[in-house]
């Protein structure tokens, strides 16, 4: 099926779902009480791990919300990071469950939380929204990239492009998380190739979780390289530094 059909009826069957949902009282996703039209139950959903005051730049709490010292001394390529929740529990529970089970309906559930928060932050909208790719591989074996997903409603939300080709990672680099935090950016130089002219765009990278920053440091540098003025990242949820 060419790509073009697959990606149509793929988001007229997402849209048929989504109304199906919202026309059916719902089960919280988190402790199965009734939560109305929602994902979550407004008790769950007020109990959610918030991030603090953090540098703006990269999420990292800081005592008033200031720049951190890590991005004073080396200030990564991304402008910065929108972050919704602290990714604790049970936040993390719900990222798994979207990530890994399929779970597609909180893609719209990540997609407000982040829109909340980039609300409270009054930045100007970007020109284009970039989901952070998937190795070719790993799309296949999960049918789906959750960061596109989360995109493709922030999208609709904002009627902002969302890039559906031409940026890629390169290479299935071994997953993130079975790295320690010191080898993760070596690990994905250069995985990521963007064959747009990004030109005095400004751009927002969207992502589930942001954990040292790596993957999306390295994405930022190559899509300035390939003329974004701005680069911001999007995140549902970040990852405390260890104390
Ligand atoms: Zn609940
Ligand atoms: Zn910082």
Redesign the pocket.
Same mark, same amino acid.
């Given at each position: 099926m060419s790509n073009f059909l697959g990606h149509a009826l793929d988001s007229v069957r997402r849209s048929a779902l989504d109304a199906a949902r919202r026309a059916l009282p719902q089960r919280?996703? #988190?402790?199965? *009480?009734a939560?109305g039209s929602e994902l #979550?139950?407004? *008790?769950?959903?007020r109990s959610l791990p918030r991030l603090g005051p953090a540098c703006p730049v990269c999420a990292s709490p800081t005592n008033g919300g200031e720049v951190c010292g890590q991005c004073i001394a080396h200030r990564p390529p991304f402008d910065a990071t929108v972050a919704a929740f602290a990714y604790a529990f049970p936040v993390d529970r719900l990222m798994h469950a979207f990530k890994y089970h399929g779970r597609l309906a909180l893609a719209e559930w990540g997609a407000q939380a982040i829109l909340a928060a980039r609300e409270r932050r009054g930045l100007a909208p970007p020109a284009r929204l970039i989901a952070l790719p998937l190795s070719h591989e790993r799309q296949r074996e999960r049918g789906y990239n959750q960061a596109f997903e989360i995109g493709r409603v922030l999208a609709r939300q904002l009627s902002i492009a969302l890039v559906r080709e031409g940026v890629r990672r390169e290479r299935a680099s071994p997953p993130q998380a079975a790295l320690p935090w010191a080898q993760r950016a070596k690990n994905v130089r250069g995985a990521f190739e963007c064959a747009l002219d990004l030109k005095g765009l400004s751009v927002a990278i969207v992502d589930d979780v942001m954990t040292t920053g790596a993957s999306l440091a390295e994405l930022a540098g190559t899509l300035k390289r390939a003329g974004a003025t701005r680069v911001e990242n999007w995140i549902v949820a970040r990852t405390l530094p260890p104390a």
């Open positions: 919280c996703e #988190l402790c199965a *009480g939560s #979550l139950c407004r *008790g769950c959903a």
